[in-house]
């Protein structure tokens, strides 16, 4: 019996190849939501939060609404302030008022 050995012509494997390696990896999103639901999640708990801007002031307040620019911030010793998140340094929860079962005794 004669077989015929069957091979691959050697040029279309290299253009397999090369377009394999030439796609590009596609860019990462602009906006990945993380933020988004931070502030929902705050938001609805009704967080007391830390609030510290660059120039090192703190603000200390629960979080009414947020938009893509700026976030509302309420506070009960003084007036709600408006404030923009390109003046925020990082926000982070008020350790005062944190209720983790950690720090509960038994």
């Not at 596609?26 to 999640?41: D, G, V």
Request: glycine share 2%; proline share 7%.
């Amino acid at each position: 019996m004669n077989r015929k050995l069957i091979r691959p012509n050697l040029t279309e494997i290299k253009e397999q190849f090369n377009s394999k390696l030439n796609r590009k990896k596609p860019t990462p999103p602009e906006q990945t939501n993380a933020e988004n639901y931070y502030f929902i999640r705050q938001m609805n708990s009704k967080t007391p939060m830390v609030i510290l801007f660059k120039d090192g002031k703190e603000i200390h307040g629960i979080i009414e609404w947020y938009d893509k620019n700026c976030i509302k911030v309420h506070r009960n010793d003084a007036p709600n302030l408006l404030i923009y998140k390109d003046s925020i340094k990082y926000i982070y929860k008020d350790p005062a008022f944190d209720t983790d079962s950690d720090t509960e005794e038994r």
